[in-house]
C-alpha cells in the first residue's frame, strides 16, 4: 500500500514532469526544478523516520521526525551512508547536484535553469529506482 506520503512525492514527481515537459517559460522550469528536489527530499525524510520511528505517519513522534531534517544534514547522511554502506550507487552524487539545482532555480537572477536535473529526476526510472518512490 502507498503512503499517503510517497503517493504525495509520486504526484510532486509528476507535475515536475508535466513543467518540463510543456517546453513552457523559465517560471515553469524552475518550478519544475525545485518540485522535483523536493519530492527526492520529502522521500528521503520519510524513509528516515519509517526506518527510525517506524511510527504511523500521522503520530506525533513521526511528525516530529519527519520535519527535523534539513537539507543540509540529509546531504551529510547521505555522505556517510555511502561511507559504510555497501551501495551500487552514489547517493549523495545524486541528491547533491538536484539540491544545487534547485537553490539555483529559486535564488540565481541568472535566466533559463539548467532543467536536465529535474528531467532525470521526475522521469521516474531513476527516481523511483534510486529512492524507491513506488
Not at 559504510?84 to 538536484?98: F, H, I, K, V
Request: glycine share 4%.
Amino acid at each position: 500500500m502507498t503512503s499517503r506520503l510517497r503517493a504525495l512525492s509520486l504526484g510532486q514527481l509528476a507535475n515536475a514532469r508535466l513543467l518540463v515537459e510543456s517546453g513552457q517559460r523559465e517560471a515553469a522550469q524552475r518550478r519544475a526544478v525545485s518540485t522535483a528536489y523536493f519530492a527526492v527530499f520529502q522521500s528521503l525524510c520519510e524513509i528516515c523516520a519509517h526506518a527510525a520511528i517506524g511510527a504511523e505517519e500521522h503520530s506525533k513522534a513521526f511528525n516530529r521526525f519527519y520535519r527535523s531534517f534539513d537539507h543540509g544534514a540529509v546531504q551529510t547522511a547521505l555522505k556517510v551512508a555511502n561511507e559504510y554502506l555497501d551501495l551500487e550507487w552514489d547517493l549523495d552524487e545524486e541528491y547533491g547536484p538536484l539540491r544545487k539545482a534547485r537553490e539555483r532555480a529559486a535564488y540565481s537572477p541568472e535566466p533559463r535553469p539548467n532543467s536536465a536535473l529535474a528531467h532525470r529526476a521526475s522521469s521516474g526510472r531513476r527516481s523511483r529506482s534510486r529512492w524507491r518512490l513506488s
